[in-house]
């Protein structure tokens, strides 16, 4: 059974070949062999036909990536083909790039802001950097009967002067730096309160950055039961400690001093003993 298909794929082979080297057909054919006849015999009669006449040309495919002789010049049409086309692909990549874009991707750092980008920023947030507190400025005044409810980033808060409180990590300000809260939506004292529509225009709290920290850690714990997936991570929020120094866009009320009653030096009264 081996033989036979040996047989069968010689003959195709040879079948082959004279198809495609006419030279082949003057070649006597060799003789029908009985199928009995080993293989190795069998190779040896057809060694005539399978020895190659032009020895410049080889029949053999070749698999490497270094072009042949013959194909140089083709490769070479091809390959300036697709130069010109990754040309033409990287001229279209870079005309839709912007020179700030494209200077930002090659730097790698921290993008730096203009003057008005970081008012705009800092206005939509909902304050204002002023500069540096000056050693003249009184950081902690008397206490005043006005409160105000401002806005700052997506959070509200009801401020006094001499209040602290603690707002996300703001922008563009440093330690003892001056600020301007903007978006008051309510002033208020003892006699009248003022309400936005939705803010204020005319009314403003003044601010000093004491402090930059982080808040207490939070722990995110995930599990998806019957999966093994657990994960445990831990977050610390950015936050800044504003000191709020003054409120203004109302009219503050002359504080009401309480006098306390004086005590009048008096004799003291003493007690007599009763006589037994």
Excluded: W
Aim: aromatic residues 6%; contains cysteine.
């Amino acid at each position: 059974m081996a033989t036979r298909r040996g047989l069968q794929a010689l003959t195709r082979h040879a079948s082959a070949l004279f198809s495609i080297n006419p030279s082949f057909h003057s070649l006597p054919t060799p003789p029908i062999l009985p199928i009995y006849q080993p293989l190795k015999s069998l190779t040896s009669n057809f060694s005539l036909i399978f020895s190659n006449p032009d020895p410049t040309r080889s029949l053999t495919r070749h698999f490497s990536s270094k072009p042949r002789i013959g194909d140089v010049n083709e490769d070479n049409d091809h390959s300036d083909d697709d130069e010109d086309e990754d040309e033409d692909d990287d001229d279209s990549e870079g005309v839709g790039d912007s020179e700030d874009e494209s200077a930002y991707r090659c730097s790698g750092s921290k993008r730096e802001y203009t003057p008005e980008e970081k008012e705009v920023e800092a206005a939509a947030i909902g304050y204002q950097v002023i500069g540096p507190l000056p050693r003249s400025d009184r950081v902690f005044k008397p206490y005043e009967p006005v409160f105000a409810v401002v806005q700052v980033g997506s959070h509200q808060f009801k401020v006094s002067n001499g209040d602290c409180i603690f707002t996300e990590k703001l922008k563009f300000c440093e330690v003892n730096d001056k600020l301007v809260l903007n978006k008051v939506l309510m002033l208020g004292t003892s006699s009248q309160t003022i309400i936005g529509r939705p803010i204020l225009p005319d009314a403003a709290v003044h601010a000093v950055v004491e402090e930059h920290a982080l808040d207490a850690k939070v722990i995110i714990f995930k599990k998806k039961r019957r999966k093994n997936y657990r994960r445990t991570k831990g977050h610390r929020q950015e936050l800044t400690k504003l000191r709020i120094v003054d409120v203004q866009g109302i009219e503050k009320p002359e504080p009401v001093v309480t006098e306390k009653p004086s005590k009048v030096p008096g004799k003291k009264k003493e007690k007599v003993a009763a006589a037994a």
